[in-house]
Nanobody, 121 residues
């Protein structure tokens, strides 16, 4: 069974940095896009960043220039480096990935359980 497990969240002061990690496991044949979304209290879930298996990246408008997404295909892991953090980015950050579990299967979309990032002094 496919699982996405996030790590790296926590409390950080404004201006600080965090790196989130997400590893996919469980019968994976191939992984296409992996990415991060976030949801703040009372708000809709929004894109933070996505990266394809070819390294093509996409960022949400609010994080351009401050967040960097990367991935290690061999480890089925994606990372997001978050710098110059501001209180308004406080949210639960969710990992997302398109994964197929067999050569003949289609890609299905999976979500992690989320990791809380709190930016506060």
């Amino acid at each position: 069974q496919v699982q996405l497990v996030e790590s790296g969240g926590g409390l950080v002061q404004p201006g600080g940095s965090l790196r989130l990690s997400c590893t996919a496991s469980g019968g994976i044949f191939a992984t296409h896009a992996m990415g991060w979304y976030r949801q703040a209290p009372g708000k809709q879930r929004e894109l933070v960043a996505r990266i394809t298996s070819f390294g093509v990246t996409e960022y949400g408008d609010s994080v351009l220039g401050r967040f960097t997404i990367s991935r290690d295909n061999a480890k089925n892991t994606t990372y997001v480096q978050m710098n110059s953090l501001k209180p308004e980015v406080t949210a639960v950050y969710y990992c997302n990935a398109d994964i197929k579990t067999a050569r003949w299967a289609s890609f299905n979309n999976y979500w992690g359980k989320g990791t809380l990032v709190t930016v506060s002094s």
